[in-house]
């Protein structure tokens, strides 16, 4: 089983994603922190993660099908954050087909732009490990100084509502592409972490049986 996770920046897709991964064994497939690594060795793209667009589509994708053939991972997929457009889409329908396997499940968490603005302010970055911590909705793990912990360039307000604006014009597009194809349910993104675990898990449940 494939499944995408969509939502705007700040909807806990990431959370969802690693609770799913640790449940049921999926592989997980998360773009911004590839792009991030790549970021690392490609300052153009690390120019164009922080004013707030979003990574060409031909250059993301050809990152993408490396990534992938590299860890023969074709089936039992979480993408979280792709695709974002239907070029995206296109190619990624494309790349499964090649590799007889399917997109079977769309979940797509909804918050509202002032609840995105708010808990990507409150995101934070270790500068030691790369990882990323939000100190509104998660408690730090043990060991972690929030006092060592910095703000991405990408998540300052100002290219918040830039990727916001992105997403708006895309994404909803995407969507409704998608739906013709696969099964695409909406979630409320506004609850704990638990409730929408639960909501997406038993949904996951069904399909299974």
Sequence with gaps: MNIIL????????????????????????????YLRKMGEMYPEIKKIMDSGQLVPDKEFTSYLTAYLDSENMYDGIIFDGFPRTLDQYNFLKIWLEQKQVK???????????DETVRRLGGRKLDPKTGKIY?????????????????????????????????????????????SKKSKV???????????????ISSIIDQLQK
């Design 6 to 33: 969509l939502g705007p920046q700040g909807s806990g897709k990431g959370t969802q994603a690693r609770l799913l991964v640790e449940k049921y064994g999926f592989n997980y497939f998360e773009s911004g922190a």
């Design 103 to 113: 997109m079977d499940l769309v979940f797509v968490i909804e918050i509202s732009e």
């Design 134 to 178: 939000n100190l509104i909705t998660e408690k730090l793990p043990e060991g972690v100084d929030k006092n060592s912990l910095v703000q991405r360039d990408d998540d300052k307000e100002e290219a918040i509502k830039k990727r916001l604006e992105i997403y708006n014009t895309k994404t909803v597009e995407l969507v409704s592409e998608i």
């Design 185 to 199: 349910v909406k979630i409320n993104g506004e609850r704990s972490v638990e409730e929408i675990h639960s909501e």
